[in-house]
C-alpha cells in the first residue's frame, strides 16, 4: 500500500505537470484552432448535418519589433541610408542595449557616411589628348604614294590575268579553228573533200619610183589581187581567195566589236604588203611580205627584179614582177625552184626548148583550167572542147619543176575536170 505521504507527493507533482501543460498549450491551440462552423438546421422533416471544416494552414506571424527591424534592414540593403538609420536609432531607443539595432545604426550611419563622402569628392578630370603631330609634305606624300601603289599593283595584276585569259582563250579558238578548216575524212568529207587554205589581204604598196603622176603601187595591188583571184578560181574555186581588209570603225556601238578582239582570234588570212622601188623609168625591184595574221609574224619577205628600163613600158614592167610575186605569195620554196630553173634555162628532159617562163607557164595554166571550168558551165556542155583545154594545160605545166606545189595544186584540178567530162 501507499503511505499517505507518497500519494501527496505524487498528486501534486500531478497537477504541477498538467498546469505547466495548460500553460504551454494554450497560446499554440489559440493560433490553430478555427472556430467550428455549424450548418443551419433544415426545416422540415430532414436531420441537422454538420459539414468538417477544412484546416487552415499555419502561416508566421511578426511582432511590430520585428516588422521594424525587417523594414530597417530592407532600406539598409537598398541604399537608403537615412531612413535605415532613423529606424534602427528608434528601436534602439525602445530597447537600449538592443544586440539588434545598435550593430544595424553603426553599419546604417557609417554606409551613409561612405556615400556622402564619395558623393562630395572630386570627379577625376580627364588627362589632356596628346598633341598630334601636323600632317607634313613628306608624311602625305608618303601616305598617297603607298595608296597609288597598292591600287595600282592590285590593277595591274588584274589586267595581266585578264591577258593571259584572253591569251589562252584566243590560242584555244585558233587551234579549233584550223582543225575545222584543214581535217579531212569522217564527217568533214561530207562538208568539203580537201582543206582550205588561209585567205588574202591585199594591203598598200609604197611607191618609191619618184614618179607622183604614175602611181606604181596601185598597180602591183591590182595585179597581184587580179592573180590571186584567178588562182582560187583555176584550183580551188569554193575558198575564199582575197578579202577585204577591215577598216577601224569606232562610231556608234563598234567599240564593243574592237574590245572583242582582245578574245577572239584574229582572221585567218595572210597580209600581203609592199614597196616598188626604182627609177623614174625603170628598172624597178618590188619588195613583197607576207605576214600571217593567226601567228602575227612575217613569213614570206622577197625582193623580185630589177625588171623594165628602156625599152619596156613602166607598167608592163610593174605587171611582170607582180605576176613573178605570185608565186612567193603561194609558196615560197615552189617559187624558188622556179626562178632556179627559169636562171638556169633548163627544160624537162625528153621535150624541145621551152619558149615560156616557168612563171608564163603557170600562167596559161591557171588560164586554160579556168577556161576549162567556164566551158563545163555551160550546158551542154562540149565535152571535146573541155578535153583540149586540159591538155594544153597540162603541156603548159611541163615548165613547172617536177617538185613544185604549185605544179601538183594545178595537177590535181585538171584530173578532177578530166574525171567530170568522162
Do not use: C
Not at 236 to 249: K, N, Q, R
Not at 263 to 275: D, M, N, Q, S
Not at 309 to 324: D, F, H, V, Y
Request: proline share 9%; hydrophobic share 45%; no cysteine.
Amino acid at each position: 500500500m501507499i503511505s499517505p505521504r507518497r500519494r501527496r507527493f505524487l498528486t501534486l507533482a500531478l497537477l504541477t505537470l498538467l498546469a505547466l501543460t495548460a500553460l504551454f498549450a494554450s497560446p499554440a491551440l489559440a493560433q490553430t484552432a478555427a472556430p467550428a462552423t455549424a450548418t443551419p438546421a433544415a426545416t422540415g422533416t430532414f436531420a441537422l448535418t454538420r459539414t468538417p471544416a477544412p484546416t487552415p494552414t499555419a502561416t508566421p506571424t511578426l511582432t511590430m519589433r520585428q516588422g521594424q527591424l525587417l523594414l530597417a534592414q530592407t532600406f539598409l540593403d537598398g541604399g537608403d541610408y537615412a531612413a535605415a538609420a532613423k529606424l534602427f536609432a528608434a528601436l534602439a531607443e525602445q530597447t537600449p542595449g538592443d544586440p539588434t539595432a545598435v550593430p544595424g545604426l553603426k553599419a546604417a550611419l557609417g554606409a551613409q557616411a561612405t556615400a556622402t563622402a564619395a558623393a562630395s569628392a572630386p570627379k577625376p578630370t580627364a588627362p589632356p589628348p596628346a598633341p598630334t603631330a601636323a600632317p607634313t609634305f613628306g608624311s602625305t606624300f608618303g601616305r598617297q604614294l603607298r595608296d597609288f601603289t597598292g591600287t595600282g599593283l592590285a590593277a595591274l595584276v588584274f589586267i595581266l590575268l585578264l591577258y593571259l585569259a584572253s591569251k589562252v582563250i584566243r590560242w584555244l579558238f585558233v587551234q579549233l579553228r584550223e582543225i575545222w578548216w584543214t581535217r579531212t575524212g569522217g564527217v568533214f568529207d561530207r562538208i568539203r573533200k580537201k582543206p582550205i587554205p588561209p585567205g588574202y589581204y591585199v594591203g598598200d604598196f609604197a611607191d618609191a619610183t619618184g614618179e607622183p603622176s604614175f602611181p606604181g603601187g596601185k598597180v602591183v595591188a591590182q595585179v597581184l589581187t587580179e592573180n590571186l583571184v584567178q588562182w582560187h578560181q583555176a584550183v580551188m574555186p569554193d575558198a575564199p581567195a582575197v578579202e577585204p581588209a577591215p577598216s577601224l570603225d569606232l562610231s556608234g556601238m563598234s567599240w564593243v566589236r574592237l574590245l572583242w578582239s582582245w578574245i577572239l582570234p584574229p582572221p585567218r588570212v595572210y597580209k600581203v604588203t609592199g614597196a616598188l622601188m626604182g627609177q623614174k623609168n625603170g628598172p624597178y625591184e618590188l619588195a613583197v611580205s607576207r605576214t600571217s595574221l593567226v601567228k602575227n609574224r612575217v613569213d614570206v619577205s622577197q625582193t623580185l627584179g630589177p625588171a623594165g628600163g628602156a625599152p619596156i613600158a613602166p607598167e608592163q614592167a610593174i605587171r611582170e614582177l607582180a605576176t613573178k610575186a605570185l608565186a612567193w605569195i603561194l609558196d615560197p620554196s615552189a617559187a624558188a625552184a622556179m626562178d632556179a630553173t627559169e636562171g638556169a634555162k633548163l627544160t624537162p628532159k625528153g621535150l624541145a626548148p621551152l619558149s615560156l617562163t616557168p612563171t608564163q607557164a603557170m600562167q596559161e595554166a591557171m588560164r586554160l583550167v579556168i577556161l576549162a571550168r567556164q566551158q563545163l558551165a555551160h550546158a551542154p556542155a562540149n565535152k571535146t572542147a573541155v578535153q583540149g583545154s586540159l591538155a594544153d594545160a597540162e603541156k603548159a605545166l611541163a615548165s613547172l619543176p617536177a617538185d613544185s606545189s604549185l605544179r601538183d595544186q594545178l595537177q590535181a584540178a585538171i584530173n578532177e575536170l578530166r574525171g567530170r567530162v568522162r
